[in-house]
């Protein structure tokens, strides 16, 4: 299995970006999808994750209405649309996923063990 993340570059305070996670190599709807971010000297945090289904997502409070995850089943690929951006969401941005995660619930974050190539957002003042 492969995710691989594109999407990222430097963007204005107040613009938005959208960062891609395309995954091969098995069937994609089995997947839980969630993406972290890991700015400078910091450590890696959860931002957002959707469900197998689509029905459910999670985010962080400080992505909450600013940030918005999906997906698409035909494209095997899960979306991070990003509005709103801010300095502080500066950072390597992370997809990943649960190997062995077997329902829609969404898990917690030590359960993803799947790990794309982060991709850099920079957002500049």
């Known amino acids: 299995v ?5 999407g990222g570059g430097s963007v204005q305070a107040g613009g938005s970006a959208r960062l891609s ?6 069937r994609f709807s089995m997947y839980i ?3 972290f971010r890991q700015a400078p000297g910091s450590e890696r ?12 997502t999670s985010y962080a409070d400080s992505v909450k209405g600013r940030f918005t995850i999906s997906r698409d089943y035909g494209k095997n690929t899960a979306y991070l649309q990003m509005n ?5 969401d500066t950072a390597v941005y992370f997809c990943a996923a649960p190997e ?3 329902s829609d619930n969404i ?8 790990w794309g190539q982060g991709t850099l957002v920079t957002v500049s003042s």
Request: net charge negative.
């Open 33 to 35: 999808m969630g993406w």
């Open 84 to 88: 709103s951006l801010k300095p502080e």
């Open 21 to 26: 996670c395309e995954v091969s190599g098995r």
């Open 107 to 114: 898990p917690p974050v030590e359960e993803y063990d799947l």
């Open 100 to 102: 062995h995660h077997y």
């Open 45 to 56: 945090e959860f931002v957002a994750a959707i469900s197998w289904s689509g029905g459910k």
């Open 2 to 6: 492969q995710l691989q993340a594109f």
